[in-house]
């Protein structure tokens, strides 16, 4: 096992030497690149076509959110988390929604909780699926971008009709809900439920068995689960190293605890045990959406929450297990109705770390295969 | 004049067996037009037929359906800023998109549409055309080289490369193809693309069925080394677009640009036609063994008349459909006149098929004949075409190592087992 | 039966294809940059083959286009556009014995205008009497060439070619064990 520790991810300076004293070559990959899903800029360091080392330079897209918060109220403050994950927008929102109530002692209704539990599934497959197409694309599959652009719009209509937006959504308020569901929202989540399950079949029947994907994706992008525990990588990406540690299992928030549902795992931490774990994993949401739209009880969907938040002073930390991975909220208060300090802890970020690791010696094809199976967005990376 | 423009009609050869040069010279303009317009209806139909498997329209704006897209493609490629970035070797920037065409469009010197129907009729004519069409990848190289930048010259590397290496699978199943060639009274083959689909004529077999399976794996190996030597998905990794941006080409805009697609397409109907002349009996209807009799001979050559039917029923019903808002007048009505166009064409290959149905010597005899090969032969090649763009649907990309692999250790072996095996059994045979 | 080949312009033909292999050759040693000089082998070669389809030799014309044309010449593409331009254009062109090499090309030269002066008058063959300089007035027959070439090569020559494969083999074999870190 390599000590991530001891290779500097940001010193190209680490790493090996090409082979017979050629010339290395260094090669610019991005902003502006295709497969840089955004505007992540990587610096390759190539011998021939393998890659000896790699440096990724972050903030093109950096907006300053977190240094926003500081002066925004908390209420203020909630759509701008929609706008770092912007493809799982329901799950940031969800997840800064309930570190506000954590702070001000606050239980969301039970009603509330099984809305957030549904569209926050919904916007996992979402999640899923756009992960999917571009990861595809960038291996050289053009067709299952759009199929599964076709099938995401399903969902994002769901989420239309419920908050009026399709990405950015905005959908859930410190406290609970703002919108009752409308009319007719458990049979579109039903008839969901029932046109999304031959939809996986189709994708896959494209790629899982295909020798050309599993080619590009077995022993790829390889990350032990020693070194993604050291790294902090989580989400898939761990839980395909063989970890099982998924938060809505290991610190249920919302009602994750009252549903009965399996936390997929792989063993090899390749790209192809990402794509599996993510493929159960959209399968696993359905089972929760069935679960979940099936047991919704009546009542309110808003706790009591003061017109004015004003927390205590403290700080809290809590995360949510967003498609991505372990998405954190850490909130200072200082008693005033603007957090003093809101650090975010984004998935993407930290599991960008691991592309140097995974993909030193390999080739300049994997990188793009191992940047798509990383799932990052930028957004998210540079906040 | 007249007389020379007259008195080849008749006869048996390619011109340029007979020494005919101004039929040559019309023959090379003909399939200069011939494939520049079948690229243009490639670029059409690989983006509709590509949107379709997509779950998408395709080009639907310029034209009905699209159809004027390539047209407006090309004017918008013709009058785009000609870029030449400042640390390139403008020399070689300059030449390297001609080699690749020239050398894309050379080899059409010696395809034979028909008995007679080619430029000429060399007797290396597969060592011709593999020769030239491996010529194409030096204005990849240079083109890459020449961009002065890193990403063209990755894939310039692995282009080159990919093509060598590819190239000698690719030879080795051309070998056992050519070993069926002489299985003869005489025992010698021949290297003529003229010849070898006359051998095949000869033994009353296209050579894909012959040895069943050795013909078939020859041509599998052959099927899929010509992707490789074409650059198309899934093995397109000199312009990678999602890891290279766009390969060799990157740095290339406007016209140059184009003229490296027109020498791809160009490239990928020439190998295709090496590839239908080798095993699927070049200008031969099906089952020229079995159905040979003359009332099965008339049948296949009404086959082109219902072929450009069809097409205009298509097309008429395109104009039917379409909605009935007066925004879509014009459309519809280029839409009937293109319909229209079709069926009068279908209507004039009809007449030519009933006039001459007779196997005699008559002029009408004669352009049945021509018309029946050339179909046979381009709607083969066709068939290959559609391939080209349901493996770009379909696949991902592989990786310059696998590809290599696959090269090397897979299709090597096999296309050399299949040239032995080959070797043996046509030794057995006789 | 194919008509007789009646050659077209000739002459013309000649000295075009001799003059591109020799313009091209004179490129390749004297550019400065060693992808235009491969870019200028190039041309030489495919003139020579060229010259070779004139003298009715059409396998070796194509085998001249396919093994060193659009094979050895790409890997030497491959080979030089790896190498570092800037350095070899500022380096010396030619070293200090280029005397000896004209004197080696004098003598070449020599030679081939001796062969052909004496081989059109005087020499012939000595079992059949008949000049060693070739009619040029003779037609071969072309279309059993390659049939002719396989026929020399795997009977009469058999065992020298076999030789030559092997020498080749050892060469690939002695290059992958050179350039692999590990066998």
Not at chain 2, 126 to 152: D, E, K, Q, R
Not at chain 2, 374 to 384: E, G, I, Q, S, T
Not at chain 3, 65 to 93: C, D, P, W
């Amino acid at each position: 096992m390599t000590d991530p520790r001891s290779l500097s991810p940001l010193d190209l300076e680490t790493c090996e030497k090409p082979y017979l004293d050629s010339n290395e070559l260094i090669i610019n990959m991005g902003p502006q690149h295709p497969a840089t899903h955004g505007v992540l800029r990587v610096i390759l360091k190539l011998d021939g076509e393998k890659v000896l080392g790699t440096e990724c330079v972050i903030g093109y897209l950096h907006r300053g959110v977190e240094k926003i918060a500081e002066n925004r109220t908390y209420t203020m403050f909630n759509p701008y988390v929609d706008r770092m994950d912007y493809v799982a927008a329901v799950s940031n929102g969800l997840g800064y929604c309930q570190a506000v109530e954590k702070l001000l002692n606050v239980e969301a209704p039970p009603r509330a909780n099984y809305i957030r539990v549904i569209l926050t599934e919904l916007n996992r497959i979402a999640s899923h699926q756009l992960w999917l197409g571009t990861h595809a694309l960038d291996i050289g599959a053009m067709t299952p971008l759009f199929y599964t652009f076709r099938d995401r719009e399903e969902i994002l209509k769901i989420f239309e009709k419920y908050c009026g937006a399709r990405l950015t959504t905005h959908a859930f308020r410190i406290g609970g809900c703002q919108y009752e569901t409308y009319a007719g929202f458990e049979k579109d989540v039903k008839n969901f439920l029932a046109f999304f399950p031959p939809k996986i079949v189709e994708y896959e029947a494209l790629l899982t068995g295909n020798r050309i994907w599993l080619e590009r994706t077995k022993k790829v992008g390889v990350i032990s689960a020693a070194d993604a525990i050291a790294l902090g990588v989580t989400g898939p990406v761990l839980r395909a190293s063989g970890v099982k540690w998924d938060i809505r299992k290991a610190q249920p928030y919302a009602n994750y605890a009252d549903f009965d549902f399996e936390i997929p795992t792989g063993e090899n931490g390749d790209t192809f045990d990402r794509y599996m774990v993510r493929m159960v994993e959209m399968r696993q949401s359905l089972r929760i959406i069935e679960q979940a739209v099936n047991g919704i009880p009546e009542g309110p969907i808003m706790a009591k929450v003061p017109k004015v938040i004003k927390p205590a002073v403290g700080e809290i930390y809590h995360s949510i297990e967003a498609p991505k991975g372990e998405l954190g909220y850490f909130i200072v208060s200082d008693g005033s109705t603007q957090p003093y300090r809101l650090r975010v802890r984004p998935p993407s970020f930290v599991n960008l770390q691991a592309l140097d690791i995974m993909v030193r010696g390999m080739l300049v094809a994997d990188v793009v295969a191992v940047i798509g199976t990383l799932d990052i967005v930028l957004g998210e990376v540079d906040r | 004049m007249l007389t020379s423009f007259m008195s080849y009609l008749g006869s048996q050869f390619s011109p340029g067996v007979a020494g005919n040069q101004l039929w040559a010279l019309i023959y090379i303009l003909i399939i200069f037009a011939g494939v520049s317009v079948a690229v243009i209806a490639m670029n059409w139909l690989e983006r509709k037929a590509l949107a379709h498997f997509q779950v998408r329209l395709g080009p639907m704006r310029v034209g009905p359906h699209g159809l004027l897209q390539p047209i407006a493609d090309a004017l918008k490629l013709l009058l785009k800023e000609d870029i030449i970035p400042a640390e390139a070797d403008q020399v070689v920037f300059w030449v390297a998109p001609l080699i690749g065409l020239l050398a894309a469009f050379t080899v059409y010197t010696v395809v034979p549409f028909g008995p007679s129907q080619a430029v000429s009729d060399m007797n290396i004519g597969i060592l011709f055309m593999l020769g030239v069409s491996s010529l194409g990848v030096l204005g990849i190289v240079t083109a890459g080289w020449a961009s002065n930048s890193h990403y063209p010259l990755i894939g310039a590397l692995r282009s080159s490369a990919q093509m060598v290496s590819y190239e000698v699978a690719m030879g080795l199943a051309v070998v056992s193809a050519i070993l069926m060639t002489s299985l003869n009274e005489s025992g010698t083959g021949t290297l003529s693309m003229i010849g070898i689909v006359q051998a095949q004529q000869q033994q009353g077999i296209w050579f894909i069925f012959k040895f069943f399976p050795l013909g078939l794996i020859a041509f599998v190996i052959f099927a899929i080394a010509m992707v490789a030597e074409t650059n198309r998905a899934p093995f397109d990794l000199a312009e990678a677009e999602s890891e290279l941006t766009a390969g060799f080409h990157t740095e290339y805009s406007g016209l140059r640009w184009s003229l490296f697609m027109l020498a791809e397409y160009a490239a990928m109907i020439a190998v295709s036609s090496i590839a239908v002349t080798l095993w699927l009996g070049g200008w031969m209807h099906p089952f020229p063994n079995l159905l040979s009799a003359p009332a099965w001979e008339f049948i296949f050559s009404l086959f082109p008349a219902l072929t450009f039917g069809g097409l205009a029923a298509i097309a008429f019903l395109g104009a039917a459909r379409m909605p009935g808002h007066s925004f879509f007048k014009i459309q519809r009505a280029g839409l009937a006149v293109f319909a229209a166009l079709l069926g009068v064409l279908a209507l004039l290959l009809l007449v030519v098929a009933i006039a001459g149905r007779h196997a005699d010597t008559s002029i009408a005899a004669r352009f049945r004949e021509g018309i029946d090969y050339v179909y046979w032969f381009v709607l083969k090649v066709a068939v290959f075409m559609y391939l080209f763009i349901w493996y770009r649907a379909t696949w991902p990309r592989y990786r310059f190592d696998q590809l290599m692999k696959v090269g090397w250790k897979v299709m090597l072996p096999i296309s050399l087992g299949v040239l032995i095996v080959t070797a043996i059994v046509g030794v057995l045979v006789k | 039966m194919t008509p007789e080949m009646t050659p077209v312009a000739t002459p013309f033909f000649f000295y075009l294809l001799s003059g591109l292999a020799i313009i091209g050759g004179v490129l390749v040693i004297t550019r400065r940059n060693a992808v235009h000089s491969a870019l200028a082998l190039i041309v030489t070669l495919l003139a020579v083959s060229g010259l070779y389809l004139m003298l009715y030799a059409p396998f070796v014309a194509g085998v001249q286009i396919i093994v060193y044309a659009g094979g050895i010449m790409v890997l030497f593409l491959f080979v030089i556009m790896l190498v570092n331009i800037e350095r070899t254009v500022k380096e010396r062109q030619f070293n200090r014995i280029w005397p000896a090499g004209v004197l080696a090309a004098a003598a070449l030269l020599g030679l081939f205008v001796s062969v052909y002066v004496k081989g059109k008058t005087l020499l012939s063959d000595p079992v059949t009497g008949k000049p060693l300089w070739p009619d040029p007035t003779i037609s071969l027959p072309d279309s059993s060439n390659t049939q002719q070439i396989g026929v020399m090569l795997y009977g009469n020559y058999m065992f020298a070619f076999e030789i030559a494969s092997l020498l080749l083999l050892v060469a690939i074999l002695g290059a992958v064990i050179m350039a692999k870190k590990r066998i």
